[in-house]
């Protein structure tokens, strides 16, 4: 893919990844054919800003799990009430690093070919 | 989430959820009279939470009084299941080096995702709340 265009989507959608992962990334996407650029382009990624807003006022729900799509965790979450709270507070602090994780996956299914 | 990570993740929960119900059944009178919230969703905004109860209700299943445990909190119900299953099968799938559950929670967890399947479940969380707070757990 033309390297413009691999940047433009680096610029834009870096926060929705580990640091680690930006650079095997973008290897990817400079591999990739132009015309997977439309494609590129529809993938929605989960902003991990908003995961940890909905995980500090709603994290009892496990509103934010089911947000980043981890319907079994939110379950879970939402039964125990937050894991009596305990899992409430870690998941404050692990929210952020599971959406990226997520992210990264939903990148590879789409691009896997 | 990989295989091991969720049964790791399981394993502990439920060993958790255990020496709570442990914890609980040695304070049984203080929980059943009110005297004793651990929520601190109830203590700042002083109104229940959906699950709200489940702790109580195990504790009633473990007594053997499904009624009870039904009115106080239905989640009760699937939380004892949870973790009265859970670690059987999961030590099923590790002698047996399978991934059945596994195999399982993807299963569910894609069916949950369907819009008219979460619908129906987050009106029934909905109404299991309001009930809480009708109850005044």
């Known amino acids: 893919m033309e390297s413009q265009k691999v940047d ?7 926060k929705f990844f580990e640091g680690h ?7 990817r ?3 990739m054919d132009d015309d997977k650029w439309p494609m590129l382009q529809t993938v ?8 940890l807003i909905l995980s500090i006022f709603a994290g009892n729900l496990g509103v934010d799990r089911f947000y980043i799509g981890d319907t079994g965790m939110g379950v879970g979450k939402l039964l125990t009430c937050g894991g009596i709270y305990v899992w409430t507070i870690v998941d404050w602090f692990l929210i952020q690093g599971a959406t990226k994780e997520k992210n990264m996956e939903m990148f590879n299914r789409a691009f896997m070919f | 989430m990989n295989k091991n990570k969720l ?7 439920c060993f958790i959820g255990y020496g709570w119900l442990l914890f609980s059944f040695q304070h049984e009178h203080q929980i059943q009279n009110q005297e004793f919230t651990v929520c601190l969703f109830k203590k700042v905004t002083t109104f229940p939470c959906p699950s709200c109860g489940t702790t109580r209700s195990v504790l009633q ?3 053997g009084n499904l009624l009870s445990a039904i009115l106080l909190n239905p989640f009760g119900i699937l939380v004892a299941l949870i973790m009265l299953v859970a670690p059987f099968w999961i030590s099923y799938d590790l ?6 559950f596994y195999t399982i929670y993807l299963k569910t967890e894609s069916i949950l995702r369907k819009r ?5 479940l987050i009106v029934l969380v909905i109404a299991n709340w309001i009930w809480n707070i009708k109850k005044n757990l």
Do not use: C, G, W
């Not at chain 1, 992962?21 to 290897?27: G, K, S």
């Not at chain 1, 929605?44 to 995961?51: G, I, L, N, R």
């Not at chain 2, 049964?7 to 929960?13: C, D, G």
């Open chain 1, 21 to 27: 992962q930006l650079n095997a990334i973008r290897e």
């Open chain 1, 29 to 31: 996407l400079v591999q």
């Open chain 2, 61 to 63: 299943l473990s007594h």
């Open chain 2, 116 to 120: 008219k399947v979460a619908f129906v």
């Open chain 1, 44 to 51: 929605q990624f989960k902003d991990p800003t908003t995961a």
């Open chain 2, 7 to 13: 049964y790791s993740f399981i394993l502990f929960a």
């Open chain 1, 8 to 14: 433009m989507f680096m610029m834009a959608n870096a």
């Open chain 2, 95 to 100: 002698v047996q080096k399978k991934e059945t």
